[in-house]
């Protein structure tokens, strides 16, 4: 994008919502050009695995993420960078399959660009059994056990839980690490792709726009449509993946989406439990669920 040289920069209004859970600081600046054009832009300041995954994405050019721009060189450590802001301007057409099918070869896309990639993106963390070990205490069970402490209303109806939880949460860690020891699904990873009605996936100009890629990691393609798609849903995937070459079977697809299937109720445990503290339950219900399925 070319508008000439920046005449004037201004802060502009966020609103709270927009500034999630992980604690990230964003601003939103308006960017005169001397051609006479206002652009409006996002700033964050965030680890260099997420500098390095929007780079990359940006220079793949298959547009299905914010341009950004992002001296890599400046510091390993947390550091701002620059990239589109993709305003929720436009309705998500929900229950449309055609919609589905563009935001699983959106997907597929990001994944098939990225599997075992060995250039820039190779210093993108790897989700190994530390990192599994890591969900499934700091971000749920944890998060978990310090609400049942501390109000007894809660524990009286989800302490019963407890012993589930980390059960699953212990083959949990087992399947994952199994897979990332495999590889052979291991690509570049969203890692918080929220269902359908959550805030990642926008619509923007009528396609898919997949933002906040702030979980970034090599890690099984499964985590980034185990909330999105149901798994019937998810077969727009796979076929979008055999579309890039990569073959998988069937049964193999079902099989490993089952056992990924309730990766949600852990990356999502702690977004769920401060619903619940503003007076509604079904978030965490229905993340309970997927772990009581088996």
Request: proline share 3%.
């Amino acid at each position: 994008m070319d508008m000439g040289q920046v005449y004037s920069v201004c802060l502009n209004s966020m609103k709270p919502d927009e500034q999630g859970y992980s604690g990230a600081k964003l601003v939103r600046l308006n960017c005169t050009f001397s051609n006479g054009k206002t652009v409006s832009f996002i700033c964050k300041y965030t680890g260099m695995s997420e500098r390095i995954v929007m780079k990359t994405l940006t220079e793949q050019k298959r547009e299905h993420t914010p341009y950004s721009y992002s001296n890599l060189n400046e510091t390993k450590e947390m550091a701002w960078f620059i990239m589109q802001d993709i305003q929720p301007c436009e309705k998500v057409p929900y229950g449309s399959l055609a919609w589905k099918k563009q935001v699983a070869g959106a997907l597929a896309d990001i994944h098939a660009d990225n599997f075992i990639c060995t250039t820039e993106m190779s210093r993108l963390p790897y989700a190994d059994e530390a990192y599994w070990k890591h969900i499934t205490t700091q971000i749920s069970a944890d998060h978990f056990e310090r609400q049942c402490a501390k109000n007894n209303a809660f524990a009286a109806k989800y302490a019963v839980m407890l012993p589930k939880i980390h059960r699953c949460a212990e083959t949990f860690v087992q399947n994952m690490t199994e897979m990332y020891r495999e590889r052979s699904s291991l690509t570049v990873t969203h890692g918080d792709l929220q269902n359908i009605y959550g805030n990642h996936v926008r619509c923007f100009h009528g396609k898919p726009m997949i933002i906040d890629w702030g979980f970034s990691r090599y890690a099984p393609f499964y985590i980034d449509l185990v909330d999105y798609f149901t798994q019937e849903d998810a077969m727009l995937y796979w076929g979008e993946l055999h579309r890039h070459g990569f073959v998988i079977s069937k049964n193999d697809f079902k099989e490993r989406f089952r056992i990924v299937s309730c990766y949600p109720a852990f990356i999502y445990m702690y977004p769920a439990l401060a619903q619940y503290n503003r007076g509604d339950s079904t978030r965490l219900d229905s993340l309970l669920t997927l772990l009581c399925r088996d």
